[in-house]
């Protein structure tokens, strides 16, 4: 049974459960308007819960994550300063680097924005598929046409966030397989904003990728780079590429790239937040402090997705914090292109991080070869990796290059087919 978003009918019991549990939080914005509505309806009981699935759960699986706090390497972090660099080694885009320069400003102007809101009302929740940092999402229907979505309830976040991802996703709506956003919404009273995208059914990545055949790798990952090209010759650039955000409809052989809550604008000269896309997933560009970076930050992140993908090693760079990420990439592409690479962008570590990094020689991509992932780790596949995975993020294939790479001559050869023939 759907129910409109935010209309819930709940008891009082049910409701201090909900919100008083340590193990069961729903977040404080979503409780605030269950209590709201049921004060109005106080007469109608209980008729479905909004979500009883714990969002800031400890249990003994999480638990064993947590590393102790007093442990040696964590010490050690807390000492670690961020990267100095010295000036003269500016870092500018090889391609699409005067997009935004070029176009007018109330393109790229999101603070200008001014947001659209559309009905809440057309639209009903049926049951929540995930979360994440900034926001929970829902499956939802259409309540006249009764066409499926998703609604993307956002967390309380600065305004000028929310505008700068629905810029982001009206500028690059109708792109290749970049998901469409329908509509824009928020309660009347919390004044809780939600966005509502098309449907994409969605196998999980865990499940779906053990079961994919090498074209099928070949196929996805073009599609994912005809979502990148785009993106990037529109200025935007992702900046959170990793399995979570790769929606793929097998039966349909649809792909989507979703989640832009962390996109941005590309401006040549313009310094940004390292703090931006997953741990895994992170380029050696945000792990040393260089904040000039690009639009081929997503192509190592990409490259980290299609390392896991073909190795079937996820995550395939598995850093247990930021500074150890950096470690965990060091120790298979070596030091020494590191130290080349901060050479050449005159960045200097911090002693701490240095001494964590250590020495470490190359490994070669053939030592995480076996005989579960050698019909995936063939020999054109590793090449396409060694040009994605490389530290300076100026030697990397722009996405339109990599889409040129010899590895996808079958998905071209097939005129695109999703199928190998």
């Given at each position: 049974?759907?129910?409109?978003?935010f209309q819930f009918f709940i008891s009082h019991q049910q409701l201090a459960f909900l919100s008083g549990s340590s193990n069961h939080l729903l977040h404080p914005n979503i409780v605030s308007i269950i209590k709201t509505r049921s004060k109005e309806l106080p007469s109608l009981g209980f008729r479905r819960i909004f979500c009883g699935v714990p969002l800031n759960h400890t249990g003994p699986q999480n638990q064993a994550n947590l590393r102790h706090p007093s442990s040696p390497q964590e010490n050690l972090a807390q000492r670690i300063g961020k990267a100095t660099r010295a000036p003269g080694a500016a870092s500018k885009a090889r391609v699409h680097a005067d997009v935004n320069v070029i176009r007018p400003k109330d393109y790229w102007d999101y603070e200008s924005l001014t947001v659209q809101w559309g009905e809440q009302d057309d639209?009903?929740?049926?049951?929540?598929v995930g979360r994440g940092?900034?926001?929970?999402?829902?499956e939802g229907v259409h309540s006249t046409n009764n066409e499926r979505c998703i609604i993307k309830i956002l967390k309380?976040?600065?305004k000028k966030k929310i505008k700068r991802e629905i810029k982001i996703l009206q500028n690059l709506c109708g792109g290749p397989n970049i998901v469409k956003l329908l509509d824009i919404v928020r309660d009347q009273q919390s004044k809780t904003p939600s966005l509502v995208f098309e449907y994409v059914n969605n196998t999980d990545f865990k499940v779906l990728?053990?079961?994919?055949?090498d074209f099928d790798t070949r196929y996805y990952i073009h599609e994912l780079l005809k979502a990148l090209e785009f993106c990037h010759s529109q200025g935007i650039m992702h900046r959170d590429v990793k399995p979570h955000n790769v929606m793929i409809d097998h039966e349909q052989r649809k792909l989507r790239l979703i989640d832009w809550g962390l996109a941005e604008f590309y401006h040549p000269g313009k310094e940004y937040n390292v703090r931006v896309a997953s741990r895994y997933f992170k380029g050696p560009e945000l792990l040393v402090d260089l904040q000039d970076?690009?639009?081929s930050l997503d192509l190592w992140s990409l490259g980290c997705m299609f390392a896991g993908m073909i190795f079937r090693k996820e995550p395939f760079f598995y850093g247990h914090d930021n500074y150890d990420q950096l470690v965990k990439i060091a120790k298979v592409l070596g030091t020494d292109d590191l130290n080349a690479y901060l050479s050449k962008y005159r960045l200097q570590l911090d002693p701490h991080l240095e001494a964590m990094v250590g020495r470490h020689s190359r490994k070669p991509w053939t030592k995480f070869v076996n005989a579960d992932n050698q019909h995936l780790a063939v020999p054109e596949a590793i090449d396409f990796l060694d040009k994605l995975l490389?530290?300076?993020?100026q030697e990397r294939p722009t996405a339109k290059e990599a889409m040129a790479h010899p590895y996808f001559h079958p998905v071209r050869s097939s005129g695109g087919s999703r199928t190998s023939t």
């Open positions: 049974m759907a129910v409109r978003p639209y009903e929740v049926v049951r929540k940092k900034y926001s929970e999402v829902f309380p976040v600065k990728y053990p079961k994919l055949t970076y690009d639009y490389r530290y300076d993020h």
